[in-house]
């Protein structure tokens, strides 16, 4: 997705701030999948759609206020809100003062401007990266599908919760026996649902090859885990060095705020996966690879 993208769905939820839209509209005005996009849109901006959304609304609903004759009531429901009271506690939370009080020009108000998009330069970096082509792959995985809004979200921790759920009910501990010593590699696999939908599926797993004992696949599947299939793709595959899963979100936004405008390639709406190594380099968290294309 490039920069241009970003700024033109900008430009449709400020042209439609006062209708009933969400990420997936301004999705859908630039011909991405929901999850794609509000992945690229929350890495780049550092919020997701929804929120520049409401900020927006709120933002207007309080110079309305202040300027005009504009009551409570009618602004509450001018910007989207299903009652006043809702309202109210959103305005106060983002003001810090209530829509009673935007009405005295005293008022303190936060002002959240509309969104452009610009390249910086801000200093150079070395991003080490190589483009892989993968034909298609199998998994065996256990999958749990998780909403579009926890991507990026700092205070969301349902994946590694999941990852952690997995560990203590001993269900990937006898997945990895599958395969041969020394190639236990775990595989963190993340995929949209469907073209506009609300959810991705993640899956926690492993690769089936030659070196995966195939006589035990059905039993695994009969009891509850997925078979995941791939299709032939060119990834950009990156190391995330470092302690725990701050290093992956930190690849993720050099991804989308380095990677893509500078080499012209774009992410596809294919599997992207993390692969956590059995043995690994030193400080190595995590390999990230993603599916890409030339722009």
């Given at each position: 997705?490039?920069?241009?993208l970003?700024?033109?769905?900008v430009?449709?939820?400020?042209?439609?701030?006062?209708e009933?839209i969400s990420?997936?509209?301004?999705?859908?005005?630039?011909?991405?999948?929901?999850?794609?996009?509000?992945?690229?849109?929350?890495?780049?901006?550092?919020?997701?759609?929804?929120?520049?959304i409401?900020?927006?609304?709120l933002?207007?609903?309080?110079?309305?206020l202040?300027?005009?004759?504009?009551?409570v009531?009618?602004a509450?429901y001018?910007?989207?809100?299903?009652?006043?009271?809702?309202?109210?506690?959103?305005f106060?939370?983002?003001?810090g003062?209530?829509?009673?009080?935007?009405?005295?020009?005293?008022?303190?108000?936060?002002?959240?401007?509309?969104l452009?998009?610009k390249?910086?330069?801000e200093?150079?970096?070395i991003?080490d990266?190589k483009?892989?082509?993968?034909?298609?792959?199998?998994?065996?995985?256990?999958?749990?599908?998780?909403?579009?809004?926890i991507?990026?979200?700092?205070?969301?921790h349902?994946?590694?919760?999941?990852w952690t759920?997995?560990?203590?009910k001993?269900?990937?501990?006898?997945?990895?026996?599958?395969?041969?010593?020394?190639k236990?590699?775990?595989?963190?696999?993340?995929?949209?649902?469907?073209?506009?939908?609300?959810?991705?599926?993640?899956?926690?797993g492993?690769?089936?090859?030659?070196?995966?004992?195939?006589?035990?696949?059905?039993?695994?599947?009969n009891?509850?885990?997925?078979i995941?299939k791939?299709a032939?793709?060119?990834?950009?595959v990156?190391?995330?060095?470092?302690?725990?899963?701050?290093?992956?979100?930190?690849?993720?936004?050099?991804?989308f705020?380095?990677?893509?405008?500078?080499?012209?390639?774009?992410?596809?709406?294919?599997t992207d996966?993390?692969?956590?190594?059995?043995?690994g380099?030193?400080?190595?968290?995590c390999?990230?690879w993603?599916p890409?294309r030339?722009?």
């Amino acid at each position: 997705m490039s920069m241009q993208l970003i700024q033109q769905a900008v430009r449709y939820m400020e042209e439609h701030i006062l209708e009933d839209i969400s990420y997936a509209d301004a999705a859908r005005n630039v011909h991405m999948s929901s999850y794609n996009f509000h992945r690229t849109f929350s890495f780049v901006t550092g919020m997701t759609a929804n929120e520049y959304i409401r900020k927006r609304r709120l933002t207007l609903a309080a110079i309305e206020l202040q300027t005009t004759n504009l009551s409570v009531i009618d602004a509450a429901y001018k910007y989207g809100y299903e009652s006043p009271e809702s309202f109210s506690k959103a305005f106060s939370r983002f003001h810090g003062s209530t829509p009673k009080q935007a009405k005295h020009k005293s008022a303190k108000l936060h002002l959240f401007n509309p969104l452009v998009i610009k390249i910086m330069v801000e200093g150079g970096s070395i991003m080490d990266y190589k483009i892989e082509h993968k034909e298609g792959q199998q998994f065996l995985v256990l999958v749990k599908s998780f909403p579009n809004e926890i991507i990026n979200d700092d205070n969301d921790h349902s994946i590694p919760d999941f990852w952690t759920e997995c560990f203590k009910k001993d269900l990937i501990g006898p997945m990895k026996q599958l395969r041969t010593e020394g190639k236990r590699d775990l595989y963190g696999l993340c995929s949209p649902v469907k073209e506009n939908g609300t959810h991705f599926n993640y899956g926690i797993g492993i690769l089936i090859d030659e070196d995966t004992d195939h006589t035990k696949l059905k039993h695994f599947v009969n009891n509850g885990y997925t078979i995941w299939k791939t299709a032939p793709a060119d990834y950009a595959v990156f190391k995330c060095f470092g302690p725990d899963g701050d290093c992956l979100g930190e690849t993720w936004s050099k991804f989308f705020k380095e990677f893509v405008p500078q080499t012209g390639y774009a992410q596809t709406d294919d599997t992207d996966f993390e692969i956590y190594f059995e043995h690994g380099e030193n400080n190595l968290f995590c390999e990230l690879w993603v599916p890409v294309r030339q722009g």
